[in-house]
């Protein structure tokens, strides 16, 4: 089992920044892709971003690219999402999700591809 635990999440204004954090604990976290994921209001959870074991590789949504980014610490147990330039669009719940990977730059992206996730975090941005 591998448990996940978002955080950082909060109201901030179009155009400002927001790091999230995802700590877990459990089973050897550097054996784990790592993903972000979100969902807004009334629509489906859809892929944000997503990191290797080794941090090597990553790969963004078009959504969201050139504005976040997707890091990890394999020390700390824990990925982050760095958020800038925030739109109102992009007001949801983020969740962080991961998947037992083989390969240390492998990447998961699909819903269905994750083992474990966390409970979420709320992200609120206006206009």
């Known amino acids: 089992q591998v448990q996940l635990v978002e955080s950082g999440g909060g109201l901030v204004q179009a155009g400002g920044s927001l790091r999230l954090s995802c700590a877990a604990s459990?089973?050897?976290?550097?054996?784990?892709?790592m993903d972000w994921f979100r969902q807004a209001p009334g629509k489906e959870r859809e892929f944000v971003a997503a990191?290797?074991?080794?941090?090597?590789?990553?790969y963004y949504a078009d959504s969201v690219k050139g504005r976040f980014t997707i890091s990890r610490d394999n020390t700390k147990n824990t990925v982050f999402l760095q958020m800038n330039s925030l739109k109102y669009e992009d007001t949801a719940v983020y969740y962080c999700a991961a998947s037992r990977l083989y390969s240390s730059d492998q990447l998961a992206t699909s819903y269905h591809a994750m083992d474990y996730w966390g409970k979420g975090t709320l992200v609120t941005v206006s206009s």
């Open positions: 990191i290797s074991w080794s941090g090597g590789r990553t």
């Open positions: 459990g089973r050897t976290f550097s054996n784990y892709g």
